[in-house]
T-cell receptor, first 113, second 115 residues
Framework: QQQVKQSPQSLIVQKGGISIINCAYENTAFDYFPWYQQFPGKGPALLIAIRPDVSEKKEGRFTISFNKSAKQFSLHIMDSQPGDSATYFCAASKETSGSRLTFGEGTQLTVNP | DSGVTQTPKHLITATGQRVTLRCSPRSGDLSVYWYQQSLDQGLQFLIQYYNGEERAKGNILERFSAQQFPDLHSELNLSSLELGDSALYFC??????????????FGPGTRLTVT
């Protein structure tokens, strides 16, 4: 059972544009929602994370928007740069399951110069 | 650099063989997680250890086992290998304490190829 659904599967954005990746979850017990960035041949790197008691979190060019009632959250990358080209994964976890991460399918982002 | 180390980086072996993947968590982290990344299954949680004890189990095959040692490093043992076990295996660590959720930091992974 896929508990976290991510879209789109791939995304092409021009340099300076806004990249938006969306995720939806099913389990209302999830209490932590991180985003990871992965470059080819590397491990996932934690980018930004949010907990359900806030609706938005911003770190530099990266913003998470969280909608608890809709069970959705999204990553916005402002002023996208070619160096942002990577695969992005949303994830969710709950402390009662040992905080294991349930990942979305991933989005391959390409930022054209 | 996340501070999590994994060895070896690459592993090529034949079907039916057994391999051991090693992970050293970040300094101070008590919890270690193992994940498998494959093209068809994505990133899947396998197993978690906390301070030497198994804490949670995911869709880990019976042919796979893991342990965490007193120095907190962890090993993932894969036996009777099949072609379908070819994947990237990641270790992640976090401080993890019961009652709270903490960030997980991933290692660089071990690429396993079964021929």
């Amino acid at each position: 059972q896929q508990q976290v659904k991510q879209s789109p599967q791939s995304l092409i954005v021009q340099k300076g544009g806004i990249s938006i990746i969306n995720c939806a979850y099913e389990n209302t017990a999830f209490d932590y929602f991180p985003w990871y960035q992965q470059f080819p041949g590397k491990g996932p790197a934690l980018l930004i994370a949010i907990r359900p008691d806030v609706s938005e979190k911003k770190e530099g060019r990266f913003t998470i928007s969280f909608n608890k009632s809709a069970k959705q959250f999204s990553l916005h990358i402002m002023d996208s740069q070619p160096g942002d080209s990577a695969t992005y994964f949303c994830a969710a976890s709950k402390e009662t399951s040992g905080s294991r991460l349930t990942f979305g399918e991933g989005t391959q982002l390409t930022v054209n110069p | 650099d996340s501070g999590v180390t994994q060895t070896p980086k690459h592993l090529i072996t034949a079907t039916g063989q057994r391999v051991t993947l090693r992970c050293s968590p970040r300094s101070g982290d008590l919890s270690v997680y193992w994940y498998q990344q494959s093209l068809d299954q994505g990133l899947q949680f396998l197993i978690q250890y906390y301070n030497g004890e198994e804490r949670a189990k995911g869709n880990i095959l019976e042919r796979f086992s893991a342990q965490q040692f007193p120095d907190l490093h962890s090993e993932l043992n894969l036996s009777s290998l099949e072609l379908g076990d070819s994947a990237l295996y990641f270790c992640a660590s976090s401080p993890y304490l019961a009652g709270a959720t903490f960030e997980q930091y991933f290692g660089p992974g071990t690429r396993l190829t079964v021929t």
